[in-house]
């Protein structure tokens, strides 16, 4: 799930640890919503469709990790970057992750230019 989208089912986590539910959170956050971003553009409305504005952007300090440790969530945070360094703690996590009789959540801190997804998914249209 997308950060954004994550916040909006965030009791499906709890819901989860509560039931002691096997299932895995990756949480691939760019630190804002880029649909409403991409949407706001498409419709003229500067002051949302600005990157710097904060209306569309995560909570600022807000660790979804450290949030889900707070709960005994079992969490990771991979930092920003789409490098080598990343995909080996990703791969870490994952294999972790699916040995776990568990709740995961796996905070993958990723890029929001659409210049880094090119070629992974369609970064234009859909506005």
Sequence with gaps: VGDQGFINGFKGLFAAAENNIRVIYLVCNNGRSVSLTKQSKSQDIPNLSNNSSKFLGDIPGLNYAKLAQ??????????LGLTGKTTQLLRVALNSALEYKGVTLINLNIPSAPTAWRGIWSVHGNE
């Design 70 to 79: 707070a709960a005994n969530i079992k969490s990771y945070n991979i930092p």
